[in-house]
């Protein structure tokens, strides 16, 4: 057993003594001096030899029970006898507590900026006030500066934009894929924007992005012939999402007496949140179904006229009898005979056509395109038997669902398997036989095959740029949408 003096529970490690202990209301207030062998000039790092005087600092620091603790510190200040040094005298610092210019403690300096990351200003100070530690939410913010960029990029970069404030306006979020954490914070996700970061920061060798077209865009801009394009091919949102749509697009086709009870209300001035409301779909649900996309689908070709269309209508027709119904598939078809229509012309003709196939009327409420879409991605074998019934049904009810779920899991097989060598055959195939969105979202991989290529090879993956854009939501919500974006952009940065 070892006796515990004041000093070694107040300041342990430090060459302090304790000279009195005062209780005032709240504050328990310590007077206390430095005893250690003298310090060393921060100039030429000689230590002194004498003292020149001393002087009373005050310090605050962490909580003591139910008092904030302030150290009255009696400092000294000492001669720097070196000749060829520049400076005369210095403040000693108690290393571990005292640091030049600051009132906190070093201790109460790092859980303010704990805080201040986890919580922000506002938030940050009233638990401040609740814990008894002295932060008031300047001396918070202050904590919160973000950490230098770093000369070169990482080798293995991820990039991905989030939304600042609903959807609205966008900034791009940078990380370290092999170290996991952020890197830089930018402003936007302009083309120009990421491009000048990765030409100011350059080293980057793979870079894990989005399929969005603006990284797209500066990262050819950028690379070297020699860089290895890696799409986020293997992340979980990513890679989904496109069938998502896909899948969803199909399925609401199939559902149009929704679509056309949310146009009803949409006439009627309702705003998109009360439809939503009404007919118990989220918000997003409802704008899809407004959308303008949508409303071309449905609309007959007699409404809209297809002018650009009518020297090739036979040979759509002939098509279609043959088997072909692929709008995707005549689309090209048509290109090679001098068409010069857009590929929406021909789709909603063939759509019109086909609206005779018959969809058998439902008894049940019909499973939702995310649902469906979230069968089809899980791995066979783990659906539960009711789920894979549906799916069954679904599959039985729309043929498009049936090379849909086929194409995904072949798809999803590839990313499993990083079977990169096989995507061009799945894309011929996609484009020959798949429904038109599929047809659609495989001619995007087309043109940006060696990355797509890439991200089916490689093992890197872009789910840890995922989780910080989660994260930069989590942060988003906790500064109601007041914060800078210096602020943001720290917080962000300063991942505890
Ligand atoms: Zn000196």
Same mark, same amino acid.
């Not at 150290?71 to 571990?96: M, P």
């Not at 005779?356 to 649902?371: E, F, Q």
């Given at each position: 057993?070892?006796?515990?003096?004041?000093?070694?529970?107040?300041?342990?490690?430090?060459?302090?003594? /304790?000279?009195?202990?005062?209780?005032?209301?709240?504050?328990?207030? $310590?007077?206390?001096?430095?005893?250690?062998?003298?310090? =060393?000039?921060? %100039?030429?790092?000689?230590?002194?030899?004498?003292?020149?005087?001393?002087?009373?600092?005050?310090?605050?620091?962490?909580?003591?029970?139910?008092?904030?603790?302030? /150290?009255?510190?009696?400092?000294? =200040?000492?001669?720097?006898?070196? &000749?060829?040094?520049?400076?005369?005298?210095?403040?000693?610092?108690?290393?571990?507590?005292?640091?030049?210019?600051? &009132?906190?403690?070093?201790?109460?300096?790092?859980?303010?900026?704990?805080?201040?990351?986890?919580?922000?200003?506002?938030?940050?100070?009233?638990?401040?006030?609740?814990? &008894?530690?002295?932060?008031?939410?300047?001396?918070?913010?202050?904590? !919160?500066?973000?950490?230098? +960029?770093?000369?070169?990029?990482?080798?293995? !970069?991820?990039?991905?934009?989030?939304?600042?404030?609903?959807? *609205?306006?966008?900034?791009?979020?940078?990380?370290?894929?092999?170290?996991?954490?952020?890197?830089?914070?930018?402003?936007? =996700?302009?083309?120009?924007?990421?491009?000048?970061?990765?030409?100011? %920061?350059?080293?980057?060798? $793979?870079?894990?992005?989005?399929?969005?077209?603006?990284?797209?865009?500066?990262?050819?801009?950028?690379?070297?012939?020699?860089? &290895?394009?890696? $799409?986020?091919?293997?992340?979980? =949102?990513?890679?989904?999402?496109?069938?998502?749509?896909?899948?969803?697009?199909?399925?609401?086709?199939?559902?149009?007496?929704?679509?056309?009870?949310?146009?009803?209300?949409?006439?009627?001035?309702?705003?998109?949140?009360? $439809?939503?409301?009404? !007919?118990?779909?989220?918000?997003?649900?409802?704008? *899809?179904?407004?959308?303008?996309?949508?409303?071309?689908?449905?609309?007959?070709?007699?409404?809209?006229?297809?002018?650009?269309?009518?020297?090739?209508?036979?040979?759509?027709?002939? *098509?279609?009898?043959?088997?072909?119904?692929?709008?995707?598939?005549?689309?090209?078809?048509? !290109?090679?005979?001098?068409?010069?229509?857009?590929?929406?012309? +021909?789709?909603?003709?063939?759509?019109?056509?086909?609206?005779?196939?018959?969809?058998?009327?439902?008894?049940?409420?019909?499973?939702?395109?995310?649902?469906?879409?979230?069968?089809?991605?899980?791995?066979?074998?783990?659906?539960?038997?009711?789920?894979?019934?549906?799916?069954?049904?679904?599959?039985?009810?729309?043929?498009?669902? +049936?090379?849909?779920?086929?194409?995904?899991?072949?798809?999803?097989?590839?990313?499993?398997?990083?079977?990169?060598?096989?995507?061009?055959?799945?894309?011929?195939?996609?484009?020959?036989?798949?429904?038109?969105?599929?047809?659609?979202?495989?001619?995007?991989?087309?043109?940006?095959?060696?990355?797509?290529?890439?991200?089916?090879?490689?093992?890197?993956?872009?789910?840890?740029?995922?989780?910080?854009?989660?994260?930069?939501?989590?942060?988003?919500? %906790?500064?109601?949408?007041?914060?800078?974006?210096?602020?943001?952009?720290? *917080?962000?940065?300063? %991942?505890?």
């Amino acid at each position: 057993m070892k006796t515990e003096t004041l000093e070694d529970v107040l300041f342990p490690g430090l060459h302090l003594t /304790v000279r009195q202990v005062v209780a005032v209301d709240d504050d328990l207030i $310590i007077d206390a001096a430095g005893c250690g062998p003298p310090g =060393r000039c921060p %100039q030429c790092e000689r230590p002194a030899t004498r003292v020149h005087s001393r002087y009373w600092r005050r310090i605050a620091g962490s909580p003591v029970g139910r008092h904030t603790m302030i /150290v009255r510190l009696s400092v000294r =200040r000492f001669f720097c006898d070196q &000749r060829q040094c520049r400076r005369r005298t210095f403040a000693e610092q108690a290393e571990g507590l005292t640091e030049p210019r600051r &009132r906190c403690s070093a201790a109460l300096r790092s859980a303010l900026k704990a805080v201040a990351v986890e919580l922000g200003g506002r938030p940050g100070q009233r638990l401040c006030a609740k814990l &008894r530690l002295h932060g008031r939410r300047t001396a918070l913010l202050e904590q !919160l500066t973000a950490p230098a +960029v770093p000369d070169r990029a990482p080798r293995i !970069l991820g990039i991905d934009e989030f939304a600042f404030r609903r959807g *609205r306006t966008y900034g791009t979020v940078l990380v370290d894929i092999e170290t996991s954490r952020p890197v830089d914070v930018l402003p936007d =996700r302009e083309t120009s924007t990421v491009a000048a970061w990765l030409s100011e %920061q350059p080293g980057a060798e $793979i870079v894990c992005r989005d399929r969005l077209m603006a990284f797209t865009k500066a990262s050819a801009r950028q690379s070297p012939t020699h860089w &290895r394009w890696q $799409i986020a091919g293997t992340s979980s =949102r990513t890679s989904r999402q496109p069938w998502r749509r896909s899948v969803a697009d199909i399925v609401t086709a199939c559902d149009s007496p929704r679509h056309r009870e949310v146009n009803e209300l949409v006439a009627t001035g309702m705003s998109l949140s009360a $439809i939503g409301r009404r !007919l118990r779909l989220d918000r997003k649900t409802v704008r *899809r179904y407004r959308n303008k996309d949508l409303d071309d689908l449905f609309a007959s070709a007699q409404d809209r006229g297809h002018g650009v269309l009518d020297p090739y209508i036979d040979h759509v027709q002939h *098509r279609f009898k043959a088997g072909c119904t692929s709008s995707m598939q005549i689309y090209r078809e048509l !290109l090679a005979l001098g068409y010069t229509g857009g590929y929406h012309v +021909v789709n909603r003709y063939v759509m019109t056509t086909r609206k005779g196939i018959a969809v058998p009327a439902r008894t049940a409420p019909p499973p939702s395109p995310r649902t469906i879409t979230s069968w089809i991605m899980r791995p066979q074998g783990t659906l539960s038997p009711s789920d894979a019934a549906q799916l069954e049904a679904a599959r039985n009810a729309c043929p498009e669902i +049936v090379s849909v779920c086929d194409l995904a899991r072949e798809f999803t097989d590839m990313l499993r398997h990083r079977r990169g060598h096989q995507l061009r055959s799945w894309i011929q195939k996609a484009e020959l036989s798949g429904p038109d969105a599929i047809g659609v979202f495989a001619d995007s991989i087309r043109q940006d095959l060696k990355a797509v290529t890439a991200g089916l090879t490689l093992p890197y993956s872009s789910g840890i740029v995922e989780g910080h854009v989660n994260r930069i939501k989590t942060i988003k919500r %906790q500064m109601y949408g007041r914060a800078s974006f210096t602020l943001l952009r720290a *917080r962000i940065l300063l %991942q505890p």
